[in-house]
C-alpha cells in the first residue's frame, strides 16, 4: 500500500533561514507527488506537484521540490524563508489506488 | 465567489443533533471529495463523487451521510456522533476523478461534538 512519511513534525528557522522539509513515501512505481500547504485557518494550498519528466519542481511561493527515485524522497526547499510562510506543509501521493494519501505534515515556525 | 467554500466555518453540536454541512465549488469541477482532519493523523478521505455518484465511501460509519444533489454542492450530514468526531471536516473538488487531477481544498469547518 501506498504511504507518505514526514518525519518533522515541528521545524523552526529564522526568517531568511533556508528551509528543507523532508518527505519520503512507499510505492513500487513512479509515484505522482504533492506538496500542499495549509495556513491557520485555511484549506489546503496546492503548492507543486510532480508527475514525471524533470525531477526539480518549482512551486509557487518559491518553493521547489526535487523528486529522487533512489532515497524514495520527495523534499521541499524554499532558498530564504518569509515569516508569511509559517504553516503547516503535507506531502502526498497519488498511486495506484488514485486516492490522494497524506503524511501527517509538518509544522513551520518562523522567527523573526 | 470563487474557489471552494463551506458553512458553517465553527460548529458545536450534541450528541443527539442532527446538523449538516456544505460544500460549494465555483471551479466547474466534476469531481467532489469530503477529508477528516484529525490531531496528529494524516488527512483521511471519506467519501467521493465523480458526476454526482459516490464511487467511494472510505469505511466511515453511518452517522456521516454525504449527498450531492449536483456537481457543484455536496452535503455532509450528521446525526448521533460521538466526541472522536470532533475535526476539521474538509471538502475538495478537482477536475475529474483522475489521479492526475489536482485537488482544490475548501477552508473547512472545524466540529466539536459534546
Known amino acids: 500500500a501506498q504511504s507518505v512519511t514526514q518525519p518533522d513534525i515541528h521545524i523552526t528557522v529564522s526568517e531568511g533561514a533556508s528551509l528543507e522539509l523532508r518527505c519520503n513515501y512507499s510505492?513500487?512505481?513512479?509515484?505522482?507527488l504533492f506538496w500542499y500547504v495549509q495556513s491557520p485557518g485555511q484549506g489546503l494550498q496546492l503548492l507543486l506537484k510532480?508527475?514525471?519528466?524533470?525531477?526539480l519542481v518549482q512551486g509557487i511561493k518559491g518553493f521547489e521540490a526535487e523528486f529522487k527515485r533512489s532515497q524514495s524522497s520527495f523534499n521541499l526547499r524554499k532558498p530564504s524563508v518569509h515569516w508569511s510562510d509559517a504553516a503547516e506543509y503535507f506531502c502526498a501521493v497519488v498511486g495506484n489506488t488514485d486516492k490522494l494519501i497524506f503524511g501527517t505534515g509538518t509544522r513551520l515556525q518562523v522567527f523573526p | 465567489e470563487t474557489g471552494v467554500t463551506q458553512t458553517p466555518r465553527h460548529l458545536v453540536m450534541g450528541m443527539t443533533n442532527k446538523k449538516s454541512l456544505k460544500c460549494e465549488q465555483h471551479?466547474?469541477?466534476?469531481?467532489m471529495y469530503w477529508y477528516k482532519q484529525s490531531a496528529k493523523k494524516p488527512l483521511e478521505l471519506m467519501f467521493v463523487?465523480?458526476?454526482?455518484?459516490?464511487?467511494e465511501n472510505n469505511s466511515v460509519p453511518s452517522r456521516f451521510s454525504p449527498e450531492c444533489p449536483n456537481s457543484s454542492h455536496l452535503f455532509l450530514h450528521l446525526h448521533t456522533l460521538q466526541p472522536e468526531d470532533s475535526a476539521l471536516y474538509l471538502c475538495a473538488s478537482s477536475q475529474g476523478g483522475r489521479r492526475t487531477d489536482t485537488q482544490y481544498f475548501g477552508p473547512g469547518t472545524r466540529l466539536t461534538v459534546l
Open positions: 510532480y508527475f514525471s519528466g524533470d525531477t
Open positions: 510505492y513500487g512505481a513512479t509515484p505522482y
Open positions: 463523487y465523480s458526476l454526482e455518484e459516490r464511487v
Open positions: 471551479l466547474g469541477h466534476n469531481a
